[in-house]
């Protein structure tokens, strides 16, 4: 099993860098040093997995192998009850190659108004995945559910944010303060599995 401790030096698999902010701020209370793949200058690796778990891995073995330390990558993602659970694996890429999330925004309203669906239920769905040299990769998930909100509301967070309301909160994740969110996420809920598993700080207490 993976192990990590004050002192060690993790890679975060992204090149999103809002995402990098937001796992920065989990992990660096634990005394881990974080690095992004933008920063090494790490390639993007082709998201090829037909799920979350698997397109995490894909990008935390990656990044692994290529800068031979620990790698957290998270591949997380908008799901939609009204459209059979998309974007869903393929939320990044309905923002387009420029990774503009108002078109997203506004491909998920166009959709649900031309089915004329007035279910606005939605979860919001993070995959986890630590690799290191000569370990097994390690998958953790988390889930938080909502409701979409139209049109987007607030500035903060970054993605789907702003159309996403979580259960029990008149905000949407875009309106946030960030500690409430990071409190409450599906990346928050993949994390505490990740830190009951991982972090050799918390084993030891």
């Not at 192990?3 to 999103?16: E, K, P, T, W």
């Not at 957290?72 to 939609?80: H, T």
């Not at 889930?143 to 987007?152: A, D, H, N, Q």
Request: glycine share 8%.
């Amino acid at each position: 099993m993976i192990r990590l401790q004050s002192g060690d030096c993790l890679v975060i698999a992204s090149h999103n860098s809002g995402k990098v902010a937001e796992i920065r701020a989990l992990v660096e209370a634990f005394g881990v040093s974080v690095v992004g793949a933008a920063e090494l200058g790490l390639p993007e690796p082709e998201e090829t997995g037909t799920s979350f778990a698997e397109n995490a891995s894909i990008k935390a073995e990656a990044a692994s192998s290529h800068s031979r330390k620990p790698a957290l990558a998270d591949d997380s993602g908008l799901c939609v009850a009204a459209l059979d659970g998309a974007p869903g694996v393929y939320s990044a890429r309905w923002a387009g190659p420029t990774k503009d999330f108002r078109i997203a925004m506004q491909r998920v309203e166009r959709e649900l108004r031309e089915k004329h669906e007035p279910d606005s239920r939605a979860s919001f769905v993070c995959a986890l995945a630590l690799a290191a040299p000569g370990h097994e990769t390690e998958i953790f998930e988390g889930r938080v559910f909502g409701s979409l909100t139209f049109p987007p509301r607030g500035t903060r967070g970054f993605g789907y944010d702003p159309i996403f309301v979580p259960e029990g909160y008149r905000q949407s994740f875009g309106e946030m303060d960030p500690q409430v969110k990071h409190a409450i996420s599906h990346r928050a809920k993949a994390f505490a599995k990740l830190v009951n598993a991982v972090f050799a700080r918390h084993q030891s207490q």
